[in-house]
Each structure stands twice: as C-alpha cells, then as structure tokens.
C-alpha cells in the first residue's frame, strides 16, 4: 500500500482541520466525507474538492466503502461510540479525537472491539506530536532532568469557546491533554486525584479546575485548566509546563514568545503549533499526528507514540476528578 484513504465522520471546527491536514499529507487521499447536517457537508465538500458521491449524512453507509483503510471519528464529545466501533467493524483502522468518551465503560469497549478486528485504535491526544512536548518526554527518559518530582501544566482558553465546549464537562474538554502527558511523563498509573471546580456563569462543567495528582511512583502533578481568558486579550493559547527533575527543570509557556500582532483591532497572538494553515501551507501537531499515523500504516508498523491504553487511563482518572469535585473528597484510584 502506498496510499492511506480516509473517510472523516463529523466536520465541524476540527473536523474542518483534519480535512486540511489530511489533504496536506503527501500519501493520503481523503476518500470520504460524512456530516450529519447537509450544509455543512456541501460546504467543506465544496471548499475541499471532495466529489459529491463521496460525500454522506449516514456514517453507516460511508463505511460500506471498502476503500477505506483510516477513519477520524471526530463528533461531539460523547458520541465517538457508535461511529468507532461501526468503523472498527468494517476493519478500518480508527483515530477517535479526545475525549476518546465521556464514559469509562465505552472506552473499554472500544478497546475490545480493536483488539477482536486486529485494527489500530488512536487517540486524539495530539500534544505527543508537539516537539515541545515530545522533547520534555525526551528529557525525562534521557535522564537530563534526573529522577522526575513533580509537574504542572496549565491549558487556558478564550471566554468565548466556553459558550460551546461547557456542553462537556472541562476534565473530559480540556484537562484530557494534561492528562495523557502527566501519565506520559509520569509512566506510572495515577495513585490518587484531588480535584476543585469553580464554575463562574453556573454552568454544569466548571469554567475552572485545579487537580492534584499523586502517581504510584510519588511523582506529583498540579493541573489546572480554564475557559478564562478574555477574548480581547487576543491569545489563543496561554498553556504552560513545569517539569522538575532532582538534577533539572524543563519548562515553556505559549503565550509569552511567538508572534504578536498589534493593529487598529488590538493584540493578536496565533498560535502555529496545533493547527495552523497559511498560503495552502498546513502546520502543526495536528498534522504530525495524521502523518504519523499513516505512516505506520503504509509501512504495517506499530503506531507505538500513542497508547490508547493511556488513554483509557486518561478517562479513569478523569472520571476520579469529577467524583472529587463533587464530592470534595481525595478519590483513590481503583478503590472509588
Ligand atoms: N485534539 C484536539 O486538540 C481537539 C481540538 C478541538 C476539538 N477536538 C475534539 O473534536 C471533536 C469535535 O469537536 P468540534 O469542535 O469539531 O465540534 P463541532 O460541534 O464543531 O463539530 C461536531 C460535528 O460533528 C457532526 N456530527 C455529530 N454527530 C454526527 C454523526 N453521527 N455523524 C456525522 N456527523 C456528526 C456535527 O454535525 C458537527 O458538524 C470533539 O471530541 C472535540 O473535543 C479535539
């Protein structure tokens, strides 16, 4: 095989930019697009070239295809069941976008069903495929750092974004990046969760949260996520990581350097490293993630960068963060 055909399922903000990094890739060809609302459909089909029989509002009959070898599962958050393992099914291999679900029991079942179809299940966490990221993972098992003690990491994004994404609560929303890193960082399972919630508009899903993390092997984590940050400020991203070793610190934040832009409209600070497009020019992790994967794919190796062990861990100790924000109680994991 020399060329991965994909078939997307739900096109809406990402949806539209695994559509522009898929069609940057040098050995891909989107084969198939599916949405449930037919304007969209014609839109990013007719934006993208994509002719109209290959288009679809059913996923099931997208997946009758047998031309298809990847399929993005990327609908609302809990609803990535039936569309993976209807892929799964029809032995396509699967990259599910994060949360991977909103609930543990589908997780598992979605890991089953790879295993019984001998395809490759992948989870949306991206940030593995920011070098960024994937050098401070370098670091620690390098030892550079030393024996790693503790970690922080702080996801903030627009007010504005919260109008949409509080239909999701922020642990399965947000704090799943941190997560996945934290226990990519840490490799050991999660011991126990603390977790506090503020929820500033009343909303159900909480505007902020604040997680401590305590790992089997006593390394400790502070992660904290938020919907904060004022549209006007014109930041996009204002992430930060903390990793301290016994011998060394690794440490970035986003909205300190890059690129700023200041016009008659305010201040502007993109960032170029999730997903950027200029001049027809696509950037970013999302594309190293989808390169990467199809890679793996046309050379029948094992996409061995992304766990979705991890990622079932990821929903576990997610789903210990809600139960302590409810609670106010410290979860031990596997005894809640
Ligand atoms: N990895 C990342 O950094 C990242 C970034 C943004 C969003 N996401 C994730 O991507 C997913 C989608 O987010 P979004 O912002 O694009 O949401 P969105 O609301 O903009 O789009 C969802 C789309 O799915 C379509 N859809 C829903 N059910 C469908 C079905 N059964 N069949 C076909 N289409 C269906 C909807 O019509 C809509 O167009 C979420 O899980 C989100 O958390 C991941």
Known sequence: MTTVNVGIIGLGSWGECHVEA?????????AAICDTRE?????IGDRFGIETRSRYTHYEEMLERSDLDLVSVVTFEKDHLTPTLAALAGCKHVLVEKPITTRLKEAKEMYDAAVRHDRHLLPGHLL???????????????????KPVSMYF??????????????????????????????WYA??????????????????APEVLWVNLEFENGILAVLHSNWMTPDKAGIAINDAVEVIGDTGIAHFETASGGLQVWNNSGRFNPDFHIHHTADGIVYGALREQLQYICNCIVQGTEP???SFTDAIRVIEAADAIV?????GQRIELGCS
């Not at 903030?156 to 996945?180: A, G, I, K, P, W």
């Open 22 to 30: 898929y069609r940057s890739l040098p050995n891909v060809r989107i």
């Open 39 to 43: 304007e969209r459909l014609a839109e």
């Open 128 to 146: 593995r495929f920011d070098p960024r990221y994937m050098d401070i993972h370098r670091s620690i098992r390098s030892g550079s750092l030393g």
């Open 154 to 183: 702080k996801r903030s994004r627009q007010r504005s974004l919260f109008d949409t994404y509080c239909r999701t609560n922020t642990v399965y929303e947000l704090t799943v990046h941190d997560l996945d890193l934290a226990i």
């Open 187 to 204: 490799d050991s399972p999660v011991k126990s969760v603390q977790a506090y919630g503020r929820h500033v508009s009343g909303s159900t």
């Open 304 to 306: 061995s960068l992304i």
């Open 323 to 327: 139960l302590s924000c409810e609670t």
